[in-house]
């Protein structure tokens, strides 16, 4: 008799940061992740996570939208169904449900928590093995204050912490930003890498006189300086700076790189599970991009330990990405709900060892950050 899903719980958890974290469209304080527990009747359980930035702010999914989109929604076509077969239980959350892509890649990656478990192998092995068993992680700067900013990065520079630096930008006025910018790049000058993420802030004119004046000040890469839906104004800025644009909000999927790809695009392309409904879309959009020549980065929406566990054994099967990964959301909160925290280490951190994902939940940190 095969194994089947039993029971889908999912919870509220909210996180302190460690400061204000400023985006262009919110400053967040606290992260809500959406944990999911996922019990089989074989007995074991399978967890994953679901989190996104400033509750609606940034996207169309909110975490109590997620929490109450699986409980109503999703979790009743799992529920009964076999267990191991991933592929055929994530086309069938996509034949009878649209959209809710975090809330579906939770529940992929629990799904292959649990088969991990039951196998007794790594995530990154089921789907095929890890080619990386440490990777590089940047770090955000996002208090929006200067002298705050480059005492940061300083600090996690001397640490052996962090090595390269994503700046927040867009809130601003466009001249306001590009000072921030350039004074934080001329503080740390050639000892670390500086970026920008734009966060979809900026028109097309705007970001014409914005990017070039952070080309002019050394900054390396330029993510989603326009909305997300503007595909053919953000192939006219690749082709129009040295400096290489990074698709974020812009590419979602294989299908959005495929497009922005034979559209003339030539920077690089911003993974994340979350926006690709979980580790099987994110390896398509992945594969697309190896296939045209794009460099990859490894992008996170802030989750905590378990959904950036899933994203580590993910970008650990391919090859080296040209941009590194921001996989620091754990380090963005005050305190963990699992047992061993990542070990972040000399500029990056180290895949996570054991069955599934390699991780625990620590019961006592979950009841007490449990939204009640």
């Not at 649209?98 to 928590?113: C, F, H, V």
């Not at 992680?137 to 962090?162: F, M, N, P």
């Not at 650990?316 to 005050?334: N, Q, R």
Request: hydrophobic share 40%; aromatic share 4%; proline share 4%.
């Amino acid at each position: 008799m095969s194994t089947v899903i039993q029971h889908i719980e999912t919870l509220l958890v909210d996180l302190p940061t460690i400061r204000p974290h400023k985006l262009s469209m919110t400053t967040m304080a606290c992260q809500t992740m959406v944990i999911v527990r996922m019990r089989h009747s074989d007995g074991i359980e399978g967890l994953g996570e679901g989190t996104t930035i400033g509750g609606l702010a940034y996207g169309p999914e909110s975490p109590e939208s997620i929490k109450r989109n699986i409980d109503t929604y999703l979790a009743p076509l799992l529920i009964g169904q076999p267990s191991s077969n991933i592929h055929a239980l994530r086309a069938r959350l996509n034949r009878y449900t649209r959209g809710n892509m975090i809330a579906k890649s939770a529940l992929e990656t629990a799904l292959l928590d649990a088969q991990g478990k039951r196998l007794d192998l790594s995530v990154a092995e089921l789907l095929g093995g890890a080619r990386q068993e440490h990777l590089s992680v940047l770090w955000t700067l996002a208090s929006g204050d200067t002298a705050k900013d480059i005492d940061e990065a300083l600090l996690r520079l001397e640490q052996r912490r962090h090595g390269d630096f994503k700046l927040k930008i867009g809130a601003n006025p466009v001249d306001q930003d590009v000072r921030h910018v350039a004074a934080i790049k001329e503080a740390l000058g050639e000892r670390a890498s500086v970026r920008v993420d734009v966060n979809q802030a900026w028109d097309e004119s705007s970001a014409v006189r914005g990017i070039q004046a952070l080309q002019d000040a050394g900054i390396e890469l330029v993510e989603q300086p326009i909305p997300a839906r503007e595909h053919a104004g953000l192939i006219r800025l690749a082709n129009r700076f040295n400096v290489p644009m990074l698709a974020d909000e812009a590419v979602q999927n294989a299908r959005d790189g495929l497009d922005l790809v034979c559209g003339g695009f030539s920077g690089a392309f911003a993974l994340k599970i979350a926006k690709s409904g979980g580790i099987s879309g994110v390896l398509e959009l992945a594969h697309v991009a190896q296939a045209a020549g794009v460099g990859l980065y490894g992008g996170t929406l802030l989750e905590g330990s378990i959904g950036t566990a899933a994203s580590l054994h993910a970008w650990a099967t391919l090859p080296e990405m040209a941009w590194g990964t921001e996989m620091f959301g754990p380090l963005l909160l005050k305190d963990d709900i699992v047992v061993k925290p990542l070990n972040y280490t000399e500029f990056g951190v180290a895949l996570p060892q054991g069955p599934g994902l390699g991780l625990t939940l620590d019961e006592d940190k979950l009841a007490h950050y449990l939204r009640q």
